[in-house]
């Protein structure tokens, strides 16, 4: 019943600028940690940035300071603003959410978006 809604993605030159965004709908109790991950042909997925519930944030070394996460609790939704763009950048983005269904289950749980292309071309 928990669903992630990525948006966003797409096709830009080096230097651009993309926003991704993620909402989570369904049965949700709570989350916790919301993220970005990214996945390129042949390689593993990769944590690009991660946020708690509280804001507290952290980034892969290779874009921080060009990509900035944020969420909005309210909305249960996840942003990731990407700038300065490199080709190396090419991945599929997914959206990853902590969450806690019910009260009852106790524990939360990884949900995963179906992902988002991004292609930054030289």
């Known amino acids: 019943q928990v669903q992630l809604m990525e948006s966003g993605g797409g096709l830009v030159q080096a230097g651009g600028s993309l926003r991704l965004s993620c909402a989570a709908s369904g049965t949700i109790f709570s989350i916790n940690a919301m993220g970005w991950y990214r996945q390129a042909p042949g390689k593993q997925r990769d944590l690009v940035a991660g946020?708690?519930?509280?804001?507290?944030?952290n980034y892969a070394d290779s874009v921080k300071g060009r990509f900035t996460i944020s969420r909005d609790n309210a909305k249960n939704t996840v942003y990731l603003q990407m700038n300065s763009l490199k080709p190396e950048d090419t991945a599929v983005y997914y959206c990853n959410a902590g969450v806690r269904v019910t009260f009852s289950s106790g524990a939360y749980r990884p949900y995963w978006g179906q992902g988002t292309q991004v292609t930054v071309s030289s």
């Open positions: 946020i708690s519930s509280a804001g507290s944030t």
